[in-house]
């Protein structure tokens, strides 16, 4: 009896360990992995992958960090006009591709609840500053976290606090561009 009841509390533990991360694409999140060990298994950020890969930057953001990465499903890249994912993964723009990936990574680990009180601070708009150099503003809007990127596009965070072992992952519906 006292065996059954340990391993029932063992697995009740257990699962109350993984379900503190939502799940992404599919897939379970860990928070002993890191941005690009959980990004792969997710379903949703294929061509996120892919454009991370083409750029180069898999070693970065497998880096110690902290990261915030604000990660765009492939359905933010299919909101681009036609023809700019690919073009965009072609070795000859890959400082292009670099600068709007660095653009969505901050380096700090920022969860929802520390984006939420810094805006508020800010009287409802802070400015976030990314690895790449572009500065966005978020906000927040019907208790959701927004992005305003560099063009004035508006990405919403659809799954907040996706914790890793180098920072956090917030998902996004929108990719962000940097100011023209």
Same mark, same amino acid.
């Given at each position: 009896?006292?065996?059954?009841?340990?391993?029932?509390?063992?697995?009740?533990?257990?699962?109350?360990?993984?379900?503190?991360?939502?799940?992404?694409?599919?897939?379970?999140?860990?928070?002993?992995?890191?941005?690009?060990?959980?990004?792969?298994?997710?379903?949703?950020?294929?061509?996120?992958?892919?454009?991370?890969?083409?750029?180069?930057?898999?070693?970065?953001?497998? /880096?110690?960090?902290? *990261? &915030?990465?604000?990660?765009?499903?492939?359905?933010?890249?299919? %909101?681009?006009?036609? !023809?700019? =994912?690919?073009?965009?993964?072609?070795?000859?723009?890959?400082?292009?591709?670099?600068?709007?990936?660095?653009?969505?990574?901050?380096?700090?680990?920022?969860?929802?609840?520390?984006?939420?009180?810094?805006?508020?601070?800010?009287?409802?708009?802070?400015?976030?500053?990314?690895? /790449?150099?572009?500065? *966005? &503003?978020?906000?927040?809007?019907?208790?959701?976290?927004?992005? %305003?990127?560099?063009? !004035?596009? =508006?990405?919403?965070?659809?799954?907040?606090?996706?914790?890793?072992?180098?920072?956090?992952?917030?998902?996004?519906?929108?990719?962000?561009?940097?100011?023209?």
């Amino acid at each position: 009896m006292k065996f059954r009841l340990a391993t029932a509390i063992l697995a009740l533990s257990t699962s109350m360990a993984f379900a503190e991360n939502p799940m992404v694409g599919g897939a379970a999140m860990y928070e002993d992995k890191n941005i690009v060990e959980n990004a792969v298994n997710s379903a949703d950020h294929t061509t996120l992958v892919a454009a991370v890969q083409a750029a180069g930057l898999v070693e970065t953001l497998s /880096g110690e960090g902290p *990261f &915030t990465v604000f990660a765009p499903t492939n359905e933010a890249f299919a %909101k681009l006009p036609a !023809g700019t =994912v690919e073009n965009l993964l072609k070795p000859e723009n890959k400082d292009q591709l670099t600068k709007i990936l660095t653009c969505h990574v901050v380096a700090a680990n920022a969860m929802a609840a520390d984006i939420e009180k810094m805006t508020a601070d800010d009287g409802g708009m802070h400015t976030v500053k990314t690895v /790449g150099g572009c500065e *966005f &503003t978020s906000m927040v809007e019907d208790g959701k976290i927004k992005i %305003k990127d560099g063009q !004035g596009n =508006v990405a919403t965070v659809t799954i907040a606090d996706v914790k890793q072992s180098n920072g956090v992952i917030h998902v996004i519906d929108t990719v962000l561009l940097p100011a023209m």
